[in-house]
């Protein structure tokens, strides 16, 4: 399954909302989860099951769709939220990420 | 705090293997299912594999077919994954993170392992 997330670099303002977009090339129903990668680390789970938080993310973080359209929504966008966000499916073996969107401030 | 405690960075020559470890390090992630996914720096993950800990029931990815090898078992809480006929482009971190349902809940520190002549 190919996950294609665009954009691939979104410039937004702090204080501001960001929507993340994540298609996938066939229905995953809402096997989709949602990641955040600060440099140098591990990604880290926010989002599990298209729209469920993950324990300690906070609730500026949501998730939505179902099927092969998937959004991830930041508001009141935060310092530390200006890094890469991935979008993986766990529908079909092999699970897949997507290329990633690189959020950075406008 | 590091709930999952991989082992420490690698170098290898092409055609050698190299064996990562990943310890769980809480008892509240401790008999989970493990998967395997690495990440050349720059790119998006690649997931390589996973292990059911209770029953010791592997998967791994067919790009990694009959190179990779994961083992572990609910007695002891350490997984472990063998990657074989290393080539330069195996260079890149390597994760085990905890099975949620599917998703990936909590992720090691990562291993580097560097592929060069």
């Known amino acids: 399954i190919v996950l294609t997330q665009s954009p691939d670099t979104l410039s937004v303002s702090p204080g501001e909302r960001a929507t993340l977009s994540c298609r996938a090339s066939?229905?995953?129903?809402?096997?989709l989860a949602w990641y955040q990668q600060k440099p140098g680390q591990a990604p880290s789970l926010l989002i599990y099951?298209?729209?469920t938080r993950a324990t300690d993310t906070p609730a500026r973080f949501s998730g939505s769709g179902s099927g092969s359209e998937f959004t991830l929504t930041i508001t009141s966008l935060q310092s530390e939220d200006f890094v890469h966000y991935y979008c993986?499916?766990?529908?079909?073996?092999?699970?897949?990420f997507g290329r990633g969107t690189k959020l950075e401030v406008k | 705090q590091v709930l999952l405690v991989q082992s420490g960075p690698e170098v290898k020559k092409p055609g050698a293997s190299v064996t990562i470890s990943c310890r769980a390090s809480a008892s509240r992630v401790s008999g989970k299912d493990v998967h395997w996914v690495r990440q050349v720096p720059g790119q998006r993950p690649e997931w390589m594999g996973w292990?059911?800990?209770?029953?010791?029931?592997?998967k791994v990815s067919p790009e990694f077919q009959g190179r990779v090898t994961i083992a572990g078992n609910t007695d002891a809480p350490v997984v472990y994954m063998e990657v074989r006929s290393l080539g330069s482009d195996d260079t890149a971190i390597y994760y085990c993170a905890t099975d949620q349902a599917g998703a990936l809940s909590h992720w090691g520190q990562g291993t580097q392992v560097t592929v060069s002549s």
């Open positions: 292990i059911n800990v209770a029953n010791e029931k592997t």
């Open positions: 993986q499916q766990y529908k079909n073996w092999p699970y897949t």
């Open positions: 099951d298209a729209s």
């Open positions: 066939q229905s995953l129903t809402t096997n």
